[in-house]
């Protein structure tokens, strides 16, 4: 068993999670979606971001990519509505501006989980 793989699988299948966590539910109320859930989101992201930074592979820059994409996506999430709080309050028309964004980035953690399970399966003992 390789500790790097299994520790870098961990992250980003926990970033997937967290994620969704955080998407799932009704899009425009603001009580289904947890500021902190969004924020351990992030955090985990960045995380798996890292991990993928050592892989010089074909793969290991898609990998690269689609975190970075996430990592986006989730940062300007964030960014939406630490704004929008501080400025004009939240809404339900903002929070599905958030939840928006916050899909973008579980279809590149999606994407992300596909690869690596593929190239998983791919490998050979």
């Not at 068993?1 to 999670?17: C, P, R």
């Amino acid at each position: 068993m390789n500790l790097d793989k299994v520790i870098s699988g961990f992250f980003i299948i926990l970033a997937m999670t967290l994620n969704f966590g955080f998407f799932y539910g009704d899009m425009n109320t603001i009580a289904s979606h947890s500021k902190y859930e969004l924020f351990a989101a992030i955090v985990i992201n960045l995380i798996a971001t890292i991990l993928k930074l050592g892989d010089k592979t074909q793969l290991g820059s898609v990998l690269l990519a689609t975190s970075l994409v996430a990592d986006i996506q989730l940062i300007a999430a964030a960014t939406v509505w630490t704004i929008t709080v501080y400025s004009i309050g939240m809404n339900s028309e903002i929070m599905a501006i958030i939840v928006s964004l916050s899909g973008g980035a579980l279809l590149a953690n999606i994407t992300s989980v596909a690869l690596y399970v593929g190239d998983t399966l791919k490998s050979k003992r």
